[in-house]
């Protein structure tokens, strides 16, 4: 991952219109989130490495509960942890298939198949080989838990989803770090074949660097404007950005908790929600 770019989080359970889209709301993408324990509507994502992720403890003949199909959201342990060998297992609910298309709660819970949701843990904690690698699973009775990998990335939101509240399916979009080139036969995939002439031109200049010509300074000077050049040609549409008053001329929203209408409290949740 090179960066988080945006997010958003969809009202997964809710079916008061089935033939209407989902509520969905905007998650605002940040850096370095600290862990917190405050649960609201989360309204922020960052990404952190899965070992800074929270860890939870593994309990014996505990069904795994999810919040989705179903009529409250359950309460549940925090469904990663470390295992004796120095693995993280969590619970991969990518298995579960959910989408922005899947049915809502309309009064009968909503069976996953093969998962009821996620099953019931044995007797003795799972373990997977040291160092096994990312992916691999673990059986745990009728539980699976997936091998995580320690350098791979989780997403950490905040405030945390509210115990028996809302059930969010959370939507992450990031962008990739540009590959490694390593050989002569590799592509520059995924650079758009329009702006090959970029990566060429910096190419031929760093070439000029190199062997100390005096033809090196303008040719970085032209890669840079080409560069500059195309940045703003990409700009034909405005971003999706808007500035929002801190409070009214007649001061704070009665149901903002004495909080101003700012990034601390973006949606002004609270007594009026």
């Given at each position: 991952?090179?960066?988080?770019?945006?997010?958003?989080?969809?009202?997964?359970?809710?079916?008061?219109?089935?033939?209407?889209?989902?509520?969905?709301?905007?998650?605002?993408?940040?850096?370095?989130?600290?862990?917190?324990?405050?649960?609201?509507?989360?309204?922020?994502?960052?990404?952190?490495?899965?070992?800074?992720?929270f860890m939870?403890?593994?309990?014996?003949?505990?069904?795994?509960?999810?919040?989705?199909?179903?009529?409250q959201t359950?309460?549940?342990?925090?469904?990663?942890?470390?295992?004796?060998?120095?693995?993280?297992?969590?619970?991969?609910?990518?298995?579960?298939?959910?989408?922005?298309?899947?049915?809502?709660?309309?009064?009968?819970?909503?069976?996953?198949?093969?998962?009821?949701?996620?099953?019931?843990?044995?007797?003795?904690?799972?373990?997977?080989?040291?160092?096994?690698?990312?992916?691999?699973?673990?059986?745990?009775?009728?539980?699976?838990?997936?091998?995580?990998?320690?350098?791979?990335?989780?997403?950490?939101?905040?405030?945390?989803?509210?115990?028996?509240?809302?059930?969010?399916?959370?939507?992450?979009?990031?962008?990739?770090?540009?590959?490694?080139i390593t050989?002569?036969?590799?592509?520059?995939?995924?650079?758009?074949?329009?702006?090959?002439?970029?990566?060429?031109?910096?190419?031929?200049?760093?070439?000029?660097?190199?062997?100390?010509?005096?033809?090196?300074?303008?040719?970085?000077?032209?890669?840079?404007?080409?560069?500059?050049?195309?940045?703003?040609?990409?700009?034909?549409?405005?971003?999706?950005?808007?500035?929002?008053?801190?409070?009214?001329?007649?001061?704070?929203?009665?149901?903002?908790?004495?909080?101003?209408?700012?990034?601390?409290?973006?949606?002004?949740?609270?007594?009026?929600?």
């Amino acid at each position: 991952m090179g960066w988080m770019e945006q997010g958003w989080r969809i009202d997964i359970n809710n079916n008061i219109n089935p033939n209407a889209p989902k509520p969905i709301y905007a998650c605002e993408a940040v850096r370095d989130l600290e862990q917190t324990a405050y649960q609201a509507s989360p309204f922020n994502i960052s990404f952190i490495p899965n070992s800074l992720a929270f860890m939870g403890v593994w309990q014996k003949n505990y069904a795994v509960t999810c919040g989705y199909g179903v009529a409250q959201t359950p309460a549940s342990f925090i469904q990663q942890f470390v295992d004796a060998n120095g693995n993280i297992l969590f619970i991969n609910s990518a298995a579960c298939g959910l989408s922005f298309n899947s049915p809502g709660f309309s009064g009968t819970p909503i069976t996953l198949t093969g998962y009821n949701p996620y099953g019931i843990t044995g007797t003795v904690q799972p373990s997977a080989p040291p160092n096994s690698p990312a992916g691999t699973q673990v059986p745990d009775n009728t539980v699976t838990w997936t091998v995580a990998d320690p350098n791979g990335f989780a997403m950490r939101l905040a405030p945390l989803p509210a115990y028996s509240g809302i059930t969010w399916l959370m939507v992450p979009v990031y962008q990739m770090k540009p590959p490694l080139i390593t050989s002569l036969s590799q592509t520059l995939a995924p650079m758009p074949d329009e702006l090959g002439y970029l990566f060429r031109e910096g190419f031929m200049a760093m070439l000029y660097d190199h062997v100390g010509s005096r033809l090196a300074m303008s040719k970085y000077q032209k890669w840079e404007e080409s560069i500059y050049t195309a940045l703003r040609a990409g700009d034909r549409e405005r971003d999706d950005a808007i500035f929002y008053p801190t409070e009214s001329i007649m001061g704070n929203n009665p149901f903002s908790n004495g909080l101003p209408f700012g990034p601390a409290w973006p949606f002004q949740y609270g007594g009026g929600y």
